[in-house]
């Protein structure tokens, strides 16, 4: 019980570090909120396709764990973000995502250049899969693949 809240807490310093930051109330729909800034911040669209996008995002050090590696947290959030935008329709909400499932093969370490590609399985009404690839750019390792089901209000045929 001890490691766990040793592990949870913040030390003093890091508490005090986290309440002097200033996150102003961003505007729905106009304009990102501060975690997707704090966490996509760096990321690099490089190529999308119709059911395809691809992007390369250096780990910055605010999204390293305590061993210096990406977090895996952060790694979740790469696959739901990336996921996401790759069904996404301009004009629609965001979908929302249903399930995520993400299997951790590797580590990447502070400054590593990762590429993050995700495709679209399939889609069924307003309900789509995704597979999203997290590989280190230089070595190809794969760091991490991800399954994303997603539902969302698709475009009418009309």
């Known amino acids: 019980m001890e490691k ?13 570090i986290v309440s002097r930051l200033k996150i ?9 909120s501060f975690y997707e800034d704090f966490s996509l911040r760096g990321i690099r669209v490089d190529r999308v396709e119709p059911g395809f996008v691809s992007c390369t995002f250096k780990v910055p050090p605010r999204l390293t764990d305590r061993s210096g590696n990406l977090a895996t947290g952060a790694v979740a959030n790469l696959v739901d973000e990336v996921g996401g ?17 993400i299997s951790f093969l590797g580590t ?28 280190n750019k230089a070595t190809g390792e794969l760091i991490a693949e991800g399954r994303h089901s997603l539902f969302g209000r698709h475009a009418s045929k009309l």
């Open 24 to 32: 102003h109330p961003n505007r729905v729909g106009h304009e990102p």
């Open 85 to 101: 935008a790759v069904v996404h329709v301009d004009g629609l909400p965001m979908n929302v995502s249903v399930d995520m499932s």
């Open 4 to 16: 766990v809240k040793e592990f949870l807490e913040l030390s003093e310093e890091e508490s005090e």
């Open 108 to 135: 990447a370490k502070l400054n590593d250049e990762l590429e993050i590609t995700s495709r679209i399985l399939g889609q069924r009404g307003g309900y789509s899969g995704t597979i999203v690839l997290v590989k």
